[in-house]
C-alpha cells in the first residue's frame, strides 16, 4: 500500500510540474531539494532546445549529441548552484554553450574562438542528419564563417529569440557589445550569403 502510494503521490507531482510555468519551474529547482521527477521535467522540456542550440554551435550531430548529455549531465549534478539570478533557460543554455566551448577545445586544441571555421562549412554539407532547403543550408554555411562569438549571438538572438539582457547574462558581455557583435554578424552574413548565392 505504500509503494502504492508513493506510485501515485509521484504521477501526481509529475503531472502538477507539467502545468508550472518556467518561472514557476525555476522557484521549484530553488525552494525544493532537486528531484528526479523535477528533474525529469526540466529534461522533458529544455532536452530538444539545448540540442539544437549546441547544434547549431557544433554542427556535429555526434558532437551536438555528447554536448547535450553532458549538458542535462551537469544540470542534474549542479542543480542547487541555481540561484534564480537569472531565468532558467538562460542558465541552462549558459552551461550548454560551456560544454559546447569544452567539446570544442577537447575535439580542436588549437581553435581559435575568434576566427572562423569554415571547416564546420564543409561539414554541413555531408551531414546526413541535416535537412532543409538550399536557403537553409546557404545559411547554415555562412554562418561557420562567423567568429564564434559572433555565431552564438546571432543564434541566440535570431533564432532562439533571446532578449540583448538574456544573452548578456549568458555570455558576461555588455548588451551594447552584444547588439554591435550581432549587427557584424548580419553584415558578413549578407556578404558570405551574397558568394555563397
Known sequence: MIIQTSIVNEKNDASRL????EDELA??????????????????RYQKQVYYHVRNLLVSHDDADDATQNTLIKI???AEQFKGESKLRTWIYRIATN?????LRKRKPSIDFNEAQPEMADMIASDVYLSGDDISLKLQRAI???PFKQKLVFFLRYFEDLSYEEIA???????????????HAVKKLEIYLGVLG
Open 27 to 44: 522557484n521549484e529547482l530553488l525552494t525544493n531539494k532537486p528531484s528526479r521527477i523535477l528533474f525529469a521535467e526540466i529534461v522533458r
Open 169 to 183: 547574462d549568458l555570455t558576461s558581455t555588455s548588451e551594447s557589445a552584444l547588439r554591435a557583435s550581432y549587427h
Open 144 to 146: 561557420c564563417y562567423l
Open 76 to 78: 542534474w549534478q549542479h
Open 18 to 21: 507539467t502545468l508550472l510555468s
Open 99 to 103: 560544454e559546447s566551448i569544452n567539446l
